[in-house]
């Protein structure tokens, strides 16, 4: 198989940025599947759909055509629009986390994953990489770290962006986000002792990549 690490934890605690630095790091793509879900839920909203209609959720998903474009940094295009700045938004957050929690979307959305991580291999992030995805791959971390810290880098990254935001708003997001995330029925945030813990609370997002690339280097070995 080809050489898949997976990433997963909640909202805030560096994945994405780190992701796509270890996969830099190691020489395959970066799989963002969490944008997957984004783009599922820009699309929902667009369209009318309710962000819990099972059914026409799946419908959508089936017939939705969602492709990344390598780059630095990657884009997301949904239909072949660029919606990489679109769905980075506390509203899509909310519908993605309301539509990863259809059974029938996160079947259609996982074998695409598999699709492209069979193809080339790659670093995927998301919340079920390892337990869901690929579940066989010996190269799994779990990044965690104290909610009041993911909320302040959530809170500076919006307003960065030059995006209104409010401290106490986004932490209660995120950890209602959480408990949607690791309560739902099918998937859920969760890992077990096959994967690495890694908090990064206290840790510069380079000492993360560092953790992860030296200990997938070393196996590989």
Known sequence: MSLIVAIDGPSGVGKSTTSKLVARELGIPHIDT??????????????GIDVRDA?????????????????????????????????????????????????????????????????????????????KVFPETPYKFFLTARPEVRARRRYAELVAKGEAADYDTVLADALHRDEQDST??????????????????????????RQIVSRTISDER
Do not use: C, W
Request: no cysteine; charged share 25%; hydrophobic share 40%.
């Open 55 to 131: 059914e026409g959720l799946e419908k959508l998903a089936a017939s939705t055509h969602i492709e990344f474009v390598p780059g630095d940094p990657p884009r997301v295009l949904l239909e072949g629009e660029d919606v990489t700045h679109l769905i980075r938004t506390p509203e899509i957050s909310m519908a993605a986390s309301d539509v990863s929690a259809i059974p029938a979307v996160r079947r259609v959305l996982v074998r695409l994953q598999q699709e492209l991580g069979r193809r080339n291999g790659g670093v995927l992030e998301g919340r079920d990489i390892g337990t």
């Open 184 to 209: 739902r029925a099918d998937s859920p945030l969760m890992y077990d002792d096959t994967y690495t813990v890694v908090d990064t609370s206290d840790l510069s997002i380079e000492d993360v990549v």
């Open 34 to 47: 969490g944008a997957m879900y984004r783009a599922i839920g820009l699309a929902a909203l667009r369209k």
